[in-house]
């Protein structure tokens, strides 16, 4: 179990411009979740998966957000035209159920953002 | 839709004592789940226990422990002992049963003094 990787741990970019982040969640877990945390405050929601599914979006992913599970395995989160108030910790989490069953969340360390 | 609340934006503690951390939350399901979780400062968000809705005996995982209030929506944090390895963020997260997101309250930083 080598835990949630994410990558890059830090990205500095100018305003207007696109990117991406990545998660590898743990290698036998199903469902993948991210979430935005600013400075000061609690991780809040923003996407869900099951296997390559995308079961819920928050009103918080706005139309620059995509994200995708491609195969069930790692997932992207791509920013496109990135603003300021796109500055935050984006975490990425994973968990394995079916149904209603409930296994914890397991998180990663997070991509830092930073718009110029 | 379903808030939580953490009204300590500080606390501190002396090691080997034991310090309370509050959280309220506001549902209107009768099923879900209750976490704490700890952020170190620059590293991950740990689970550090969880808390069934319809189980009434409060979880105890070593040195920490829940008060668990259904009636009045409070889900308090006992740590005991206290270690400096304790000293993080803390934050309560809710989960109804039949959903996937987590909700997080605002957290509390937790301080422990040598």
Not at chain 1, 5 to 26: A, E, L, M, Y
Not at chain 1, 72 to 81: A, D, H, M, N, P
Not at chain 2, 80 to 93: K, N, T
Request: with cysteine; net charge neutral; proline share 4%.
């Amino acid at each position: 179990d080598t835990g949630v990787s994410q990558n890059p741990r830090h990205k500095i970019t100018k305003r207007g411009q696109n990117v991406t982040f990545r998660c590898d969640p743990i290698s036998e877990h199903n469902r993948l979740y991210w979430y935005r945390q600013t400075l000061g405050q609690g991780p809040e929601f923003l996407t869900y998966f099951q296997n390559e599914a995308q079961l819920e979006k928050s009103r918080l992913l706005s139309d620059r957000f995509s994200a995708e599970r491609p195969k069930g395995s790692f997932s992207t989160l791509e920013i496109q035209r990135t603003e300021q108030g796109d500055s935050a910790m984006y975490l990425c989490a994973s968990s394995l159920g079916s149904g209603l069953s409930n296994q914890p969340q397991h998180f990663g360390d997070g991509t830092r953002l930073s718009i110029l | 839709a379903q808030t939580v609340t953490q009204s300590q934006p500080e606390m501190s503690v002396q090691e080997a004592e034991t310090v309370t951390l509050s959280c309220t939350y506001d549902t209107s399901e009768s099923d879900y789940y209750l976490f704490w979780y700890k952020q170190p400062p620059s590293r991950q968000m740990i689970l550090v226990i969880r808390q069934e809705a319809y189980k009434q005996q409060n979880a105890t995982e070593n040195r920490f422990s829940v008060n668990f209030q259904k009636a009045a929506k409070s889900f308090s944090l006992k740590i005991s002992d206290s270690q400096l390895g304790d000293a993080a963020m803390y934050f309560c997260a809710y989960k109804k049963t039949s959903g996937s997101r987590l909700t997080f309250g605002e957290g509390t930083q937790l301080t422990v003094n040598p």
